[in-house]
């Protein structure tokens, strides 16, 4: 797609008037369409912001804390002061120092698991939609069959079998969060493929593999980033439940969820102790469902009315 | 359109050789199964879409082929393009039969034969720009051109088709119909083919556009020698564009020959039928023509009728209808071919 045109132009926006210049007629780069289209989505770059803090902080924060995650040294409860800013918990851990451990293993468990369920969901269903018969009937009920089978279990039984640790959890939500994805990606898959300008590359000889990449997937893109950053959020939201009931992160390391498991106790006496994970939670989940938003307009050709 | 002075001649058009026809198409057959419900679908019937259709093509000829929408006019274009494979027959392309052969095997054939769309929103990816399209099938065929030639062509293309390459840069969506029309034109040329199956070209425009794109689409063809397979319904356009004109019914060809025998002298009834529905530009004629107008709907093609198909709407049926199915052959005077137990020539003057 990206087209070398013999005509080359400086990049910088021309807003100096010529003869024509009503339609623009520059070589212009589909990529660098969307990357304009999305710097203008208000509340994608908000997000984009906000997300870029956090997984800074997340991996910047470490190195400049007094405490780690560790360390027991504190008092049991102690309050916010100037030596643990959000205060200690039951085991006298600094909380702060939790927050910022915790942000780092739901963020990486996040991002495996949509990345897990993005390629095997598009994969499975682009090629089921493509190609059809047998194949789209097979891939299919395999779907139907992963649908029910309990997760939970089939997590458990994982957790007490190779014990647990954040990658094994990753694994695990990634492999039973592809499903959905896969579904909508092949029913997209198959209204394209019955559409004409597929047929017209089949007509000139293009093969699947060129038909997928070139004309499928790039119009799949809005859906694949809106299903991928959906998956991030009820990754951390999946991580945040099975942590809480004690199949996920364990310590001494920790995550999110598993914060909010040690201190929902303390809701009433020492709210910032739960309020504080929690907010990091929605606070990912926003933020990420928000630019995703932002990459799916950027990426459709018609949805924007300013001429980019 | 249909007293415009530029119409193709009735005879075979200059420099057609005399020997093999471009396409010869004899017995295809394309039929799509039913599936029922059920976690396997099982196949519990066929639909003969194209149900055994034979005709030649000539290079440099127009063939129009008409009916009513449903017909398997445009599974016909599919099928000698194999992007339906057809159930049965043979399509051959200058002697060599393309029927049976693998994607690879066809790739070499598919740059001398192209299709341009009925769509012209569907017909192009919105997503990319209006080069891209165009060069799609070049980088397919000649990826051994490299990027000036590639870009050469496609200017040429776009300006061949009466579009300006300052323009190539844009998105489909930013086109009006005709100009994604010729756009989908443009594409279909890039590999100078000999033979293009128009499907529908023009029945998705403006009827103010449709003249521009069907006068491009006759200036192409004198000038490229290009073999036109043209599906359509709307009559006029066929006989303005067509040297001979095939009409369908379920899935069989009822009758066949040049554009003046179809529209002059037709042995058809369901022709005839079809003909009388068609408003003619003179106010006068109009207002006398006679219209026969058919009873009841087109069969279902899951379960079509025995004998001839269109017995069961024509005014002429009898006994031998039902029973023994009316053969393509010649009929009546002039010797066009017609699929009827009772030829008749319509007395009426158009």
């Known amino acids: 797609m990206a087209d070398t045109v013999t005509k080359t132009t400086p990049d910088e926006p021309d807003t100096t008037p010529r003869a024509g210049h009503e339609f623009d007629t520059e070589a212009r780069k589909q990529w660098k369409i969307v990357l304009r289209r999305f710097l203008r989505h208000r ?12 997984v800074l902080a997340a991996i910047v924060m470490p190195w400049f804390l007094p405490y780690d995650h560790t360390y027991t040294g504190g008092g049991r409860y102690e309050d916010p002061g100037p030596d643990h800013p959000l205060g200690t918990d039951n085991l006298g851990r600094d909380m702060l120092a939790m ?12 991002v495996v698991v949509a990345a897990m369920a993005t390629v095997i969901g598009v994969t499975l ?3 089921a939609g493509l190609l059809g018969g047998w194949v789209d009937t097979l891939f299919m009920r395999l779907v139907d069959l992963w649908l029910i089978i ?7 039984l994982a957790a007490s079998a190779f014990g647990s640790s954040w990658y094994l959890v990753a694994i695990a939500l990634g492999l039973f969060s592809w499903m959905s994805v896969a579904r909508i990606n092949r029913g997209l898959t198959l209204s394209l493929a019955n ?4 047929e017209a590359a089949r007509a000139m000889g293009a093969s699947n593999t060129r038909i997928v990449v070139k004309h499928i997937l790039p119009n799949l893109t809005g859906v694949i980033t809106v299903n991928a950053t959906l998956a991030v959020a009820t990754a951390v939201l999946a991580e945040a439940a099975l942590s809480f009931i004690g199949l996920g992160v364990n310590i001494p390391d920790t995550s999110l969820g598993l914060i909010i498991n040690n201190n929902y106790a303390q809701l009433e006496l ?9 907010l990091v939670i929605v606070l990912i989940s926003l933020t990420v469902n928000f630019i995703g938003d932002g990459i799916r307009d950027a990426f459709d050709p018609k949805q924007t009315k300013v001429r980019a | 359109m249909t007293t415009a002075k530029t119409s193709p001649s009735d005879a075979a058009p200059a420099g057609a050789d005399t020997g093999q026809p471009l396409l010869q198409v004899s017995d295809l057959v394309k039929s799509f199964p039913v599936r029922g419900k059920g976690i396997i679908p099982r196949t519990v019937g066929q639909v003969q879409a194209v149900a055994g259709i034979s005709f030649d093509l000539r290079a440099g000829e127009t063939l129009g082929l008409v009916g009513e929408s449903g017909c398997g006019k445009s599974t016909t274009g599919r099928a000698i393009l194999q992007l339906h494979r057809p159930t049965s027959g043979s399509v051959r392309f200058e002697g060599r039969e393309l029927v049976g052969r693998t994607a690879r095997q066809l790739r070499s054939v598919r740059r001398d034969m192209q299709i341009v769309f009925q769509d012209p929103y569907a017909s192009l990816n919105p997503r990319w720009t209006v080069n891209s399209v165009v060069r799609e099938p070049l980088e397919i065929h000649h990826s051994s051109w490299g990027d000036k030639r590639i870009q050469a062509k496609v200017n040429n293309l776009l300006e061949l088709v009466g579009l300006n390459p300052e323009h190539r840069n844009r998105f489909p969506h930013e086109f009006s119909g005709g100009q994604r029309q010729r756009i989908g034109i443009a594409r279909a040329l890039a590999l100078e083919p000999k033979l293009l199956v128009l499907d529908e070209p023009v029945s998705a425009l403006d009827v103010s556009v449709q003249a521009g794109v069907v006068n491009l689409l006759e200036e192409l063809q004198q000038r490229l020698n290009l073999a036109y397979l043209f599906v359509a319904h709307d009559l006029s356009i066929v006989r303005h564009i067509s040297h001979r004109i095939a009409v369908m019914y379920l899935g069989k060809i009822v009758e066949i020959g040049t554009r003046d025998e179809v529209y002059g002298r037709a042995t058809h009834p369901y022709t005839q039928a079809l003909l009388s529905a068609a408003p003619l530009p003179d106010p006068k004629a109009e207002r006398e023509r006679q219209r026969i107008v058919l009873t009841g709907d087109v069969p279902s093609p899951v379960n079509p009728p025995s004998g001839c198909r269109f017995r069961t709407r024509c005014w002429k049926a009898q006994d031998i209808c039902a029973t023994e199915e009316p053969k393509l052959e010649a009929r009546g005077e002039d010797g066009h071919l017609s699929a009827c137990h009772f030829p008749e020539v319509r007395s009426r003057e158009s």
């Not at chain 1, 927050?99 to 996040?110: D, E, P």
């Open chain 1, 99 to 110: 927050l910022v451990r915790g942000t780092q293993f739901s963020l990486l468990i996040a």
């Open chain 1, 125 to 127: 269903g682009a090629v």
């Open chain 1, 270 to 278: 020492r709210p910032w102790l739960f309020w504080a994970p929690f």
């Open chain 1, 150 to 156: 309990p997760q939970l279990a089939l997590v458990a």
């Open chain 1, 195 to 198: 559409q004409e300008f597929v």
């Open chain 1, 43 to 54: 509340m994608a770059m908000i997000s984009l912001s906000v997300l870029v803090l956090i």
